[in-house]
């Protein structure tokens, strides 16, 4: 899941790895009516050795598999990772902060969860 600040009501579910990472990653948006940070959401992600499925409030937005990495990119996600949860500010995306940046900023977050199917 990843959300700008200048764009309140978009979430994009993301995939990074060699060859398709930072600007190049592969993702797709889901578009609420309210910003995202209104309110409480449960955002999901169901990863399996061949696909990547994003979910908001148990809807999913985004399936990714390996067709679309550029050529001679490879499918990672057939190892063990981990979570990370960051605030993070600055970069190509969504760009360096400016006048219109607001700070402090937090991420509130109620509760993690990670399960293995069986």
Known sequence: MENIGKEPSIVHGTVHGPG????????AARTLQEPFADRFHVYGVEWSADAIEFFIDGKRYA???HAPLPGGAAWVFDKPFFLLLNVAIGGDWPGNPD???RFPQAMVVDWV?????G
Not at 20 to 27: D, E, F, L, P, T
Not at 113 to 117: D, E
Request: glycine content about 6%.
């Open 20 to 27: 398709y990472s930072a600007s190049k990653g592969i993702s």
């Open 63 to 65: 399936r990714v598999t």
């Open 99 to 101: 006048a219109s940046t």
């Open 113 to 117: 969860r990670v399960w293995r199917h």
